[in-house]
Nanobody, 127 residues
């Protein structure tokens, strides 16, 4: 069974940093595009960042550009999300997901384009 496990969440003050990890088992990241999503209480799940397998291109939602960085270590079958200059509005459960989104249709941040999901890790940013 394909598994994705997120880690690295926690409580941090505004302006601080966290690095989230997404480790895969039973499949390799080489076969999938990987996205990070987040969901705050009462809000819909939103795409935060993603990395395209074919050429390593990375994408970010506007609210995190310049603060978050997605990267991958294929030798460890792990994708990371480095989050700097965190803000209280970044508070959410963060999920990683693997799939084959329709890039040509700009669906890289559509949750339904992803087939496999982790259980999430909580990120809380205090003001």
């Amino acid at each position: 069974e394909v598994q994705l496990v997120e880690s690295g969440g926690g409580l941090v003050q505004a302006g601080g940093s966290l690095r989230l990890s997404c480790a895969a088992s039973k499949f390799t990241f080489d076969d999938y595009d990987i996205g990070w999503f987040r969901q705050a209480p009462g809000k819909e799940r939103e795409g935060v960042s993603c990395i395209r397998r074919s050429d390593g291109s990375t994408y970010y939602t506007d609210s995190v550009k310049g603060r978050f960085t997605i990267s991958s270590d294929n030798s460890k079958n792990t994708v990371y999300l480095q989050m700097n200059s965190l803000k209280p509005e970044d508070t959410a459960v963060y999920y990683c997901a693997a799939g084959h989104p329709a890039w040509a249709l700009e669906l890289e941040f559509a949750p339904y384009e992803y087939d496999h999901w982790g259980r999430g890790t909580q990120v809380t940013v205090s003001s």
